[in-house]
Every structure is written in structure tokens, then in C-alpha cells.
């Protein structure tokens, strides 16, 4: 938009300063005062007291820990995720494409609380899956990791081998390849592991009221962040750039860690942000699947509200001080990264930040 | 209507759009604004629109005799037609045309029946009427145009405002709606401004050209006159190609390249120096020897045959690059090939001083030597 | 694609194939009580007064972002996007506390007879406050996109501003205003951790479906906190698809 605006977008002055001073007062009732508000709460008994009721009481602290432990290990596994679906949806035309592309918002729509439920249903005691891991949990394990390292073969032989440039009847013989590549792998790491007996056996593996569940609970409902910003932006770059490089001789890798990560690195940095505010922030998800056992399962978000139905509102302030901390620094990246992504792509992919 | 601008000065912060601007439009004519990017030609339209206003306190725009400057641009009496069209996409063809008399107030707002009467006549005469339920979106770039020519036209305007109509169009299409748009303005006769960046349809299409550059008024005259008596080097350079060489004017003859001629006008004056002279590519005359005529001695570089004229491309001994189009009848006589020798003679040659005041106009006959045809006064029109 | 599946598709079937070994009294018993339906009907009251609300405050504050200049338009414009940031629980705990008798608001507020805390105003207030930025963030980009010649053209035709706002304007943002509201009633739908701060969760009062899931849960009842999730779910698939028709339906006309 130009600066000057133009005559006939013009309103008159009383209805300009009229409609500014109410959307300012709006906002002000619905987001400033409640934000000022948590500081006056939290640091009404003075800096000692706030400095205690955060970190005096063991059950806050490691409600802190736990939040801390929790949300990079989602936020880390989401990127992961985002960057290869965003690169398969942009690069290849594969069955299921748009089914894919609808999938990833589907955790946007479903309640969180009706996620945490589904994760009660399969890997509770009462659950699909509970007898079982109440049982010998840990026998999937090694599958699991096989699983994992298998998956992670793939996707590094699909960087190198289908970023040649592209002819006919290289597809389907590299295609061969990495599904031999995989299918080895995984029969490797897999015997590695029944053979050494790395994992304990016939013991129960607590996924439901314990950690693992919280991460899974809060994978689900933060996945679609990065991928959502990575997608548009990927489709907006295209391959050609990168077939541009691979024509300029670059490998795969250096085509990938020059073209393809440098052109995305605002997009994901700007879904990590969203990403990462949500999974310190999940409530319902997680307070489903943590069973609320204090000093053990608590994160933040339920630390605050277990202090607040004990009614020390001090403490829980405290608590969401930190929190409201965290989000306005959130806030404050954000800003600075769509500053800095529309300075760079005139037409920015951010227009739609922030939505869903 | 006519229109009359005076004085108008428009600046976007440090830019000025235009510099102390009057113009005046005789009723029922069809005018161009023609200029380069940035001279302030649209900006211009939109002061006379009223969708922008003069800086303060800087001039006036007149309606018949009268200032505007308390009207607002719907108030005004002119139907503006946007470079991009800006139809209203939600709106079906024939709700865009209705559109301005669906907004009146309620005392002079035409009956229903009256309405669909008029836009259905207005559709007619821009030749959509099978096309009235379609949505923007559904047309074609040159339907769309003529639809926001069509509701342009719907609130009867006094005045219509042309921004570019041509300019998103593909060259076809743009040659078939310009002579459908003059047509239409012998038809309906309402006073005409529309700007424009490509001189053909300036030049074809206007009863008066308007020649910009950066915020100014180069020149205004008929079609022939800008084209034949270009007031500024500006013009002259704007309107088609042109060689431009540096000459010297003593003692009453002219020289410029290695050509030498009789000037006696010249010589009442002092000696005029630098001088910067300009020809047309079609005004030279090509022979292939010297026949004694004042002319310009050169080497055929390239040659390009490809359309109705021939293009040459030569190069005098000084260096001085020459281009000139010659007929392809002209060019089988010659038999000429890259490498000729050629005496190239002016017909028509243009002196600028200061590269801005037009000095003389030459008109050099066939076979006489050389005469003088007209000097213009050094101010120029 | 796996990691979807393991991570998506697999919970949703566990819970459509839990809810498929309730019987159909069973399942329909579980989500047709007179507690249900009372918390239905404050799911769905609540959330649509709180769309309804954000749908004027959407286009009130993206009109004044887009159209005026003002100092602290750059920080107006951050602080929207604060409810997606800040954790809901803290979004209800400054809110249960705001308009309690004592509180910053309450004081002024309760004794004028308006109980915020504790009631169905307060749960319709956290869903606003988390519903603000859908609403405001989707009619934002489209009115920033409207063409300002669209405007001079009605204007041109003798069009005052009002009826170029209404007949031109409006008519170009309704879609993004549906969609707004759809996003901000799907999410409120959803809502949980902000409002089990406000609402007190007395039953057939301020209890609203996502709570009586979870107390449904504390109580072991599996099946029946399932049969309500599979209503829940129902409605937000459907949410999810009215949404992306619209989406679809707001270019029909783009040229």
C-alpha cells in the first residue's frame, strides 16, 4: 500500500479516531489489561516472594522441567515432519497428495481434549494397546527404533538420489534402491537390538501418566504449525532453483544446505515459533494424558491450574507470568521475523500468519 | 463540457508529479495525455476526476467555467475508467453497468424497468448485451474494458476519463478497440481525456495530443503538429525514432557529420553552436552515388528487410551511426548489400539549441539544392 | 506419511472403533442426558454469541489496522495475535481473576449486577479473547487486498461511502467474514483450558462439553466420555469441510 492514501478511502476524521479509539479499547479490555494484569498478580508480594513461588516449590520447578523437556522434543520431531511432507508435496505427485495436505490440518479442528482422549483410548490401561505395554512394553521398542532409523535412511538417500536431475529410468532404479536401503536397515538395527538385549523385558512401558504421552499429546496438537508455513512457501519457490544448482554441478546435499534450507529458513523459523508457543502452552491435550500427579506428569499450564484450585493465586501467577513472558517474546520474534521475510520475498508467504 | 486546468502543481513528498500545469479542453474533443511513465499524466486525469486533489492553494480545475474544487468526484459529472478497470467482480455484468444509477438518491434514481432500459441500450452499444448475466471473471480483457467503458457511460457523464483503456491489452485487440473508442466518441460526443504511454494510439486516435515529461507540458497541438513541429527536443524524441547529431551554424551555412549546407537563415543570428540537429529515420533520401545534393557520406552496415520498410543501419567515417528506413521498392532498385557506399541526402532536419527550444524546421525538396522552407520564432508554439 | 498415520489417523480410528462397541442405547444414553444437552447447548450458545462478536470486532480492528495510521498501530497490531501465543490456561486464570468481585474489571463491573466470573458471560469472554485473532487475521489480508480502484470506481459512479462500503467493500469481505467466524466457532467449540478457569463447572450451568469429557474421564467412564468426543468430532470434521468450501467459494469471483 502507498503511503498516501487515496482520496476516496478517505473517512472523515471523527469516524477515523472514533473507530481507532473503540478497536484500541477492545483491545486493550480483551488482551493489554489481562497481560498487565498477570505481572501486577504475580509480583504483588514483591520480587522475593514471586522469586520463591516460582522456584522454592519443588513441584513448580519440575512442572518447569518438565515443560522444558516436553516442547523441544515435539517442536524438534514436528520440523523434522514439516520439512519432509512440505518437500513431498512440492516435489512429487504421489497418491494420497491432497489427502495429505487435508491431514495436516485435521489436529487444528479436533478439541484437544478430545486428542488427549484418543491417546487415553489406545495407550491407557483400559486402552487398545495398554494390556499389552502394561505387559512386555518395551518389546516394540526395538522396532520402533528400527523403524526410526530405517525412515531416516530413506529420507536421506531420497535427498541425494532424486535430487539428480531428472531422467526417466534412473527413477525406478533409485526408487529399488532406497526401498532396499530401508528394508535393510531396518532388519539391522532391529536384530542389533533383540540380540543384545538393550531393552528391558517384561516390564510395563507408561506411556499414558507419564512423559512419553505428554510428548505424543503435544505432537499432535502442534504438528500442523511448520508444516502449514512450510508448504506455501516451498510451493512458492518451486524446483527450479534447485534444479538450477543441481544444472550448476552443486551435490545433493550442498543443494539442499545452500538452495533449499537458506529459501525456506524464514518459513520454518516462523512455524517454529507458533509451533513452540503452543506445545509450552497446551492445556487439554496434555492435562488428559497426564493424570495430574504432582512433581511427576505436572507441566506448566497444569501446575497453573493446580495451584489455582489449591487457591494459591500467587503462585499460580507466578507460574503464568513466566508463560505470558514466553508468549510476548513469541510475539516480539514473530513480528521480527515477518519483518524480516517480507523485506526479503516482496510478496510475503506470511500474509496469513497466525491464522489457525 | 470543456475543462480547463490552471496552474495545478502535485507533489508525493519530495516527488513532484506535476509543475504549475494548465491545459484547457474545448468541448466535445477526444484528447491524449501522452508521456513516459512517471510525467504526471495519470496524476493529471485524477486531479481533473477529482480522486486526487493539488496541492494546496496551487490552482484550479474548471467545468465549464466553473471550479470544482468543493465537488466531490461523484459529484462531478465524470465517468473515470480505471487502468485495471477495477469492475466490481461480485457483481454481474449488467449490476456493474447499473451500478451508478442504483446508488443515486432516491428522488433521481430512474424506475427498475428504466433502469434495465438503459443498461441494456448502454450494453448494445458496446456490443455485450448477450453477455449481461456473466461475472468479471468470465470476460475476456477487452470485454472487461469495454464493460467499465459501459458503466462509465451509464451515469451520462459530461466528461469521460480514459486511465491507459488500452494498456493490459494484447496489440490486437488494443488496434480494434481504439477505432471502436473513436467510433463511439463520434457517436455520443462527450468531452474526452485519456492518457497514454504509446504514441500510435495518441497520435491516431486524438483530435489534440497533450505531450508530458516529469510534471510538465512539453507541447499541445493536433496530431500533425506534434509529430511535424515538435516543440522540444522531448517530443521530437518521444514521438517515433530519430538520429540526433551535433552541428555547428556559422557564417549562414549548417554543419553537422560530414555534411555541409546552405543555412542563410542562420546567418541573421550569431553563430548558434552547440546545436544539436535531428532526422528522422524515413526523412533521408538514399542514392548511391553523389548527385550533388548536400548529403551525408556512409558505409551500409546492416540491413534488415523484415516488414513494410526496410531498416539500414550505416556508418559514416566519423563514426556517427545512421539509421533509415527506406521502401522495399526503393531498396530492390538500389541493389545494395552491407558494405555499399551511400550518400545519404536529408529531407527534413530539425534544430534544437539548449535541448529545448526548436530553432528550424527544413524541408529540403528532391533535386533542388537547398531550400529553406520555414524558421520558426526561437520560443516556439 | 507414517508419522501421520501413527500420529493422526490412528487415535481418530481408536476413538470412532471405541464409541462403535457402545451399543446404540449405550451411546446414545451417554450423549443425551439432560447434563449433555445442557452443556451442548452452552458449547454451542457460547461459542456462537463469541463468533457473532468477533465477527464485528474482526472487521472493526483490521478496518482500523489496515485503513488509519495511528501511533502504536504496530504494536496493536502484535498484541492480536496474543491469545494464539499465551498459553490458554493463563488466558483463563487472568480472566477468572479480572472480573471476580475484587478484581480490576469485577470492581467496576459486579456491582453494576454484571457477574463476568464465574458464569456463561465469562466462558463467552475467553472465547472471544481466544477467537480475536481467526477473526481479525482472515478479513485483515483480503481488505488490504481490495483493489483501492474498486473504491474510486463506486465513488466515480456517485456512490457515497457508505454505499460503497456496503454495495462494494462488504460484499468483498463477507467470505473472509464467514470463514473468520467459522474459524472462531470451531476453535471455541474446542476450547478447554481457558474456560475450566471461568466457568466454575457447575453442571447444567456453566459446564460445557469438553469438561464434562474430562470429568466423564475422572470418573473412568471411558465409553461415555468417548460417545460425547465422537459428537465433538463429528462437528469439527464438518466445521473443518464448511471451511474449506468457503474458502473455496470466497475466489469464486477472482479474476
Redo the contacts between chains.
Sequence with gaps: MQSERRQAQSDPVWMKWGLTATATGVIAVLVLIPVINVFAEALSGGIGVYWRNLFADPETRHSIYLTLTVAPIAVVANIIFAIAASWAIVHFEFPGRTLLTALIDLPFSVSPVVAGLMFVLIFGLQGYLGKFLRRDGYSIMPYIMAGIAAVAVIAIHSIMQHRQLPSANRKSHSCVIVVLSGVATFAAVLIIQLYFHIWPEHQSLKIIFATPGLVLATMFVTFPFVARELIPVMEAIGPEEELAALSLGASGWQTFWRVTIPNIKWGLIYGVILCNARAVGEFGAVYVVSGHIEGKTDTMPLRIEKLFQEYNLPGSFAVASALTLLALLTLAAKTLVERKAHAIHTRGAHTRGGIR | MSIEVRNISKS??AFKALDDVSLQVPKGQLVALLGPSGSGKTTLLRII?????GDPGSGLVLFHGSDVANY????RG???V???Y??????SVFENVA??L???PRRERPSKSEIRQRVMDLLKLVQLDRLADR???QLSGGQRQRV?LA??L??EPKVLLLDEPFGALDAKVRQELRQWLRRLHEEIHVTTLFVTHDQDEALELADRVVVMNHGRIEQIGTPEQVFQEPATEFVMNFLGSVNVFHGRAEGGRLRFSNLEMHAPDLANGAEVTPLRIFVRPHDWTFETHDNGTPCVRATLRTVNAAGPKVRLQLVTDEGDVINVEISQERYGELGISPGSAAFLAPRDIKLFKDQKDLLATWRVAQDVTVEEERLLSPEGP | MFYLSVLVLLPIMACFFKASTLSWNEFWSAVWTERTRAAYSLTFGASLVAAFVNLFLGLLIAWVLVRYSFPGKRIMDSLVDLPLALPTAVGGLVYASLYVPNGWLGRFLVPLGIQAAYSRLGIVLVLIFVGLPFAVRTVQPILEEIDPETEEASSSLGATRWQSFRRVIFPALLPALITGFALSFARSIGEYGSVVFVSGNMPYKTEIAPILIVARLEEFAYGEATAIAVVLLVISFSMLVLINRLVRWSRRYAI
Design positions: 508525493f513528498g476526476a477529482g480522486l486526487e486533489f466531490r468526484v461523484g459529484d465524470v465517468g473515470f480505471f487502468q485495471h477495477a469492475l466490481f467482480r461480485h457483481l451500478f451508478g442504483r446508488v443515486k461475472y468479471p471473471s467499465a458503466r462509465a451509464a451515469v
